[in-house]
């Protein structure tokens, strides 16, 4: 037993994609919801279900191709600019659906697209809209976290535009390589650590996939935080201020609950540290 039959529109559900699925020992149901239009795929439990699978699966590759061309007209609209070289490529240590690489009037950008709405802590907007306010601010003065280009909110998605960082490599990456790791890395991230603290800023998820180093067009490598999508600031007793441009932070919402920064600031070093020596052994027995 196989049947799939329509349940319903509605006009006011911005979700692009989503599945839902309910399982019994006679039959499996699956909610497959398409730009607001829900549709029940019903079928046995002794049903192929790899079949069932794949057909969803080339819908979602059908969704993918289908944004990158919305994308591809969407850009140049709100931009002005010309958009051009566009490639749909992968990454590590960021939070998306869509990762891109582009020029934009010959500038080498990387867009990171999202396709549903996400909860954050400002409870005003998207993930990279906070991501995007916040680095605006912080990149004024702090030269580890890349300024953001644009921030575009439509329906059905939200895309963030940054320069394109060449040879990008996580962190974690770095220090698990076989070879050496750069000698001035230890200083950098000490620095970031140190402004960081001395702003009373809390990044809320450090960790060795959102701190890499790359470099820009013509730029020298260097250490770039990313995701800041989290971050806020602390008053003098420990509690989050208002950060970025929209709105300010809900106060039920502890730093605490994620990742404590001084302690995962400190595991990297410690992490570097060994690496470094192991670095420099393997050099003076050669």
């Not at 999202?114 to 409870?123: A, C, E, I, N």
Request: with cysteine; aromatic share 8%; hydrophobic share 35%.
């Amino acid at each position: 037993m196989f049947s799939i039959s329509y349940v319903g529109d509605d006009r006011n559900n911005r979700t692009l994609f989503h599945i839902r699925n309910e399982n019994s020992l006679d039959c499996c149901k699956c909610f497959l919801t398409l730009f607001g239009k829900t549709f029940q795929i019903k079928y046995s439990s002794k049903f192929n279900y790899f079949y069932v699978a794949q057909q969803v699966r080339r819908e979602r590759l059908m969704l993918d191709t289908l944004t990158e061309s919305f994308i591809h007209q969407l850009i140049p609209e709100r931009t002005r600019k010309t958009l051009t070289s566009l490639e749909r490529i992968s990454t590590v240590g960021c939070s998306g659906d869509l990762y891109l690489r582009g020029k934009l009037d010959g500038e080498d950008v990387f867009i990171k697209v999202t396709l549903t709405r996400v909860q954050t802590d400002s409870g005003k907007g998207g993930a990279m809209q906070n991501e995007y306010e916040k680095g605006l601010l912080l990149s004024q003065e702090c030269p580890y976290v890349l300024r953001p280009l644009y921030y575009i909110q439509c329906l059905p998605c939200e895309v963030l535009i940054t320069p394109f960082l060449h040879h990008l490599r996580p962190l974690s990456e770095v220090m698990a390589a076989e070879e050496p790791a750069p000698t001035w890395l230890r200083g950098q991230l000490e620095n970031l650590m140190e402004h960081l603290r001395a702003r009373r800023l809390v990044h809320r998820d450090i960790n060795g996939g959102n701190l890499s180093i790359g470099n820009r067009t013509n730029g020298p490598t260097q250490l770039f935080l990313h995701d800041l999508a989290y971050m806020t600031q602390l008053d003098e007793e420990g509690h989050p201020v208002p950060l970025n441009i929209e709105g300010k932070v809900q106060s039920d919402i502890q730093p605490v609950e994620r990742q404590n920064d001084a302690l995962c600031f400190a595991a990297l070093l410690r992490t570097l540290d060994e690496k470094l020596a192991a670095d420099a052994e393997k050099a003076a027995s050669r």
